[in-house]
């Protein structure tokens, strides 16, 4: 019975395909197409990392595969807490916001998600697997950062470093220690295996070490510069950009859990060219993307077997964030970074 149910349904699926086909009813992934070449550009918001070269070869290899002529703004994140605050800001006045796709964290998605402020679209109808759409429809993950402590391995030795989240209240780091702006990687230590109330005595335990203050970039300069000499969390983003990739800035592997964010593409609420942003949030999942990606900003999908991160994430106890966690995370990391002293978080 099961099977004949089977048979069945594709049957009627299959017939509901050639009807529309010789009904002349365009795909959801022909009509972005078509739309895109009508919009004829995109404003792409993405990290810094991934390079001007880097976009100019996504856009390229995005054309040549839809057979489109589209222009893509690349516009680097500077402070992606200050530009998501831009975009909700924006559209609660029913203003249209400066960009079409927005590549951040699932963190910052989660903002945007918590205030609906975006602009959803059937992914899964272009291809996209399910597992890869977060945010109902809002979003789509298709790489994966790595974050744990680092430090300068030319001022601490290796065997100095630290081996546990705690050992960042080492008396020894008062003063050499920085902390980034992206509050958001110890709130998903709160919303996963520690919990809220360990998280938040490990944040204001931080705050006595005399902690220096920046975005992700500056404190990885300041590491680089040995201003300081260990950051409680940084990014693989800048560890293994091609600029860096010689330099003595490492994680310090021996911490866990391994905090894993994801880079998801979404399109904000009034986008000005929805079809031509849907269409590359959808290629960003595509194995070309993936490797253009890779090279240029230095991640690829952990979820996905045989990339890179796949491989290095089953070696280690990863924290992912779940859709169902998104507003804790969204209100922890606001008011971790009320903790720590930055301001308009």
């Given at each position: ?17 050639t ?17 895109a ?42 402070n ?88 960042l ?34 944040v ?13 970039g ?5 590491l ?19 600029k ?20 998801q ?8 060219h ?6 590359m ?51 922890l ?13």
């Open positions: 019975m099961t099977s004949l149910k089977r048979l069945s349904s594709g049957f009627v699926a299959l017939l509901t395909i009807v529309l086909t010789k009904l002349g009813v365009a795909a959801p992934i022909d009509d972005l197409i078509k739309g070449k009508q919009e004829g550009t995109i404003e792409f918001y993405a990290p810094s990392t991934l390079t001007p070269q880097g976009a100019q070869a996504l856009a390229a290899a995005f054309n040549k595969k839809y057979g489109l002529n589209v222009k893509l703004q690349f516009n680097p994140s500077g992606m807490t200050r530009d998501i605050g831009k975009v909700v800001g924006l559209g609660a006045s029913g203003v249209p916001p400066e960009w079409d796709l927005m590549v951040v964290t699932d963190a910052h998605h989660a903002t945007l998600w918590v205030k609906k402020m975006h602009q959803p679209f059937d992914y899964k109808s272009i291809g996209v697997d399910p597992k890869a759409i977060q945010y109902d429809n809002g979003a789509v993950s298709f790489a994966n950062q790595f974050v744990l402590p680092a430090y300068n391995k030319q001022l601490v030795p290796a065997k100095d470093a630290p081996k546990t989240w705690e050992d209240l080492n008396p020894k780091w008062k003063g050499k220690i920085g902390v980034s702006s992206a509050t958001h990687h110890m709130a998903r230590l709160a919303a996963g295996p520690w919990g809220e109330e360990k998280t938040t005595n490990f204001k335990a931080l705050t006595k070490q005399e902690l220096i203050l920046g975005r992700l500056e404190i990885y300069s300041r680089l510069l040995g201003e300081i000499v260990v950051a409680v969390s940084l990014t693989d983003s800048e560890i293994k950009s091609e860096n990739k010689s330099a003595p800035v490492v994680h310090a592997e021996a911490v866990s859990p391994l905090i894993a964010p994801a880079y593409a979404g399109v904000p609420k009034n986008a000005p929805p079809k031509a942003a849907y269409l949030a959808g290629y960003l999942t595509t194995p070309e993307a993936q490797k253009i990606w890779e090279k240029y900003a230095g991640q690829s999908s952990a979820l996905i077997p045989g990339t890179s991160a796949y491989k290095y994430a089953q070696k280690k106890t990863v924290v992912y964030m779940t859709q169902d966690q998104a507003e804790m995370v969204d209100r990391s606001r008011e971790y970074g009320k903790i720590f002293g930055f301001s308009g978080l």
